[in-house]
Nanobody, 121 residues
Framework: QVQLVESGGGLVQPGGSLRLSCAAS????????RGWYRQAPGKQRELVAT???????NYADSVKGRFTISRDNAKNTVYLQMNSLKPEDTAVYYC???????????????WGQGTQVTVSS
Protein backbone atom coordinates (compact mmCIF):
# COMPACT_ATOMS: atom_id res chain seq x y z
CA GLN A 1 0.00 0.00 0.00
CA VAL A 2 1.09 3.55 -0.72
CA GLN A 3 0.51 6.54 1.55
CA LEU A 4 0.66 10.04 0.12
CA VAL A 5 0.33 13.24 2.14
CA GLU A 6 0.05 16.61 0.43
CA SER A 7 0.69 19.95 2.10
CA GLY A 8 1.42 23.57 1.29
CA GLY A 9 -1.86 24.81 -0.12
CA GLY A 10 -3.53 28.03 0.88
CA LEU A 11 -4.98 31.33 -0.24
CA VAL A 12 -2.81 33.48 -2.49
CA GLN A 13 -3.37 36.57 -4.61
CA PRO A 14 -3.12 36.41 -8.39
CA GLY A 15 0.53 36.53 -9.43
CA GLY A 16 1.64 34.94 -6.18
CA SER A 17 3.45 31.69 -5.49
CA LEU A 18 2.98 28.52 -3.49
CA ARG A 19 5.03 25.39 -3.02
CA LEU A 20 3.23 22.11 -2.55
CA SER A 21 4.82 19.04 -1.02
CA CYS A 22 3.89 15.37 -1.27
CA ALA A 23 5.47 12.90 1.14
CA ALA A 24 5.25 9.25 0.15
CA SER A 25 5.60 6.15 2.30
CA UNK A 26 4.74 2.50 2.23
CA UNK A 27 5.28 0.74 -1.10
CA UNK A 28 5.63 3.96 -3.08
CA UNK A 29 9.12 2.84 -4.12
CA UNK A 30 7.65 0.35 -6.60
CA UNK A 31 6.33 3.25 -8.69
CA UNK A 32 8.90 4.99 -10.89
CA UNK A 33 7.09 8.28 -11.29
CA ARG A 34 5.01 10.85 -9.48
CA GLY A 35 2.24 13.08 -10.72
CA TRP A 36 0.41 16.15 -9.51
CA TYR A 37 -3.26 16.43 -10.41
CA ARG A 38 -5.85 19.06 -9.66
CA GLN A 39 -9.61 19.14 -9.52
CA ALA A 40 -11.66 22.31 -9.60
CA PRO A 41 -15.31 22.37 -8.52
CA GLY A 42 -17.53 20.83 -11.18
CA LYS A 43 -14.59 19.72 -13.29
CA GLN A 44 -12.76 16.46 -13.88
CA ARG A 45 -9.44 15.78 -12.25
CA GLU A 46 -6.62 16.80 -14.59
CA LEU A 47 -2.95 15.94 -14.75
CA VAL A 48 -0.78 18.96 -14.11
CA ALA A 49 2.81 17.70 -13.97
CA THR A 50 4.80 14.48 -13.81
CA UNK A 51 8.32 13.51 -12.88
CA UNK A 52 10.14 10.23 -13.42
CA UNK A 53 12.69 8.56 -11.15
CA UNK A 54 15.48 10.20 -13.17
CA UNK A 55 13.75 13.59 -12.97
CA UNK A 56 12.37 13.87 -16.48
CA UNK A 57 9.39 16.19 -16.30
CA ASN A 58 6.24 16.93 -18.24
CA TYR A 59 3.63 19.64 -17.80
CA ALA A 60 0.13 20.44 -18.90
CA ASP A 61 0.10 23.30 -21.40
CA SER A 62 -1.87 25.44 -18.96
CA VAL A 63 0.97 25.50 -16.41
CA LYS A 64 4.11 25.35 -18.59
CA GLY A 65 6.56 28.06 -17.67
CA ARG A 66 4.80 28.74 -14.36
CA PHE A 67 4.94 25.45 -12.43
CA THR A 68 7.98 23.32 -11.65
CA ILE A 69 7.87 19.76 -10.36
CA SER A 70 10.87 18.33 -8.52
CA ARG A 71 11.69 15.47 -6.21
CA ASP A 72 13.95 14.63 -3.30
CA ASN A 73 14.40 10.86 -3.44
CA ALA A 74 16.18 10.77 -0.07
CA LYS A 75 13.07 12.27 1.54
CA ASN A 76 10.57 10.43 -0.68
CA THR A 77 9.03 13.80 -1.35
CA VAL A 78 7.84 15.50 -4.51
CA TYR A 79 7.30 19.25 -4.80
CA LEU A 80 5.27 21.51 -7.04
CA GLN A 81 6.50 25.09 -7.19
CA MET A 82 3.70 27.26 -8.52
CA ASN A 83 4.49 30.79 -9.67
CA SER A 84 2.44 33.48 -11.39
CA LEU A 85 -0.72 31.90 -10.06
CA LYS A 86 -4.03 32.67 -11.73
CA PRO A 87 -7.60 32.37 -10.45
CA GLU A 88 -8.10 29.44 -12.82
CA ASP A 89 -5.43 27.54 -10.88
CA THR A 90 -7.86 27.33 -7.96
CA ALA A 91 -8.44 23.64 -7.21
CA VAL A 92 -7.70 20.81 -4.84
CA TYR A 93 -4.26 19.48 -5.72
CA TYR A 94 -3.47 15.79 -5.36
CA CYS A 95 -0.30 13.80 -5.82
CA UNK A 96 -0.08 10.29 -7.14
CA UNK A 97 2.51 7.53 -7.40
CA UNK A 98 2.45 5.93 -10.82
CA UNK A 99 4.35 4.48 -13.73
CA UNK A 100 5.76 6.37 -16.70
CA UNK A 101 6.04 4.35 -19.91
CA UNK A 102 5.19 4.67 -23.57
CA UNK A 103 5.58 8.44 -23.21
CA UNK A 104 2.69 8.77 -20.82
CA UNK A 105 1.94 8.73 -17.12
CA UNK A 106 -0.14 5.90 -15.74
CA UNK A 107 -1.50 6.68 -12.28
CA UNK A 108 -1.45 4.25 -9.41
CA UNK A 109 -4.53 3.66 -7.32
CA UNK A 110 -3.48 5.56 -4.20
CA TRP A 111 -4.28 9.21 -3.62
CA GLY A 112 -3.64 11.61 -0.79
CA GLN A 113 -6.28 13.77 0.83
CA GLY A 114 -5.39 16.72 -1.37
CA THR A 115 -4.50 20.29 -0.53
CA GLN A 116 -6.66 23.29 -1.41
CA VAL A 117 -5.16 26.07 -3.50
CA THR A 118 -7.24 29.23 -3.84
CA VAL A 119 -6.10 32.10 -6.01
CA SER A 120 -8.15 35.19 -5.34
CA SER A 121 -7.80 38.87 -4.64
Amino acid sequence: QVQLVESGGGLVQPGGSLRLSCAASGRAFIFNARGWYRQAPGKQRELVATITSDSNTNYADSVKGRFTISRDNAKNTVYLQMNSLKPEDTAVYYCNAGIYYSDSYHPGGSWGQGTQVTVSS
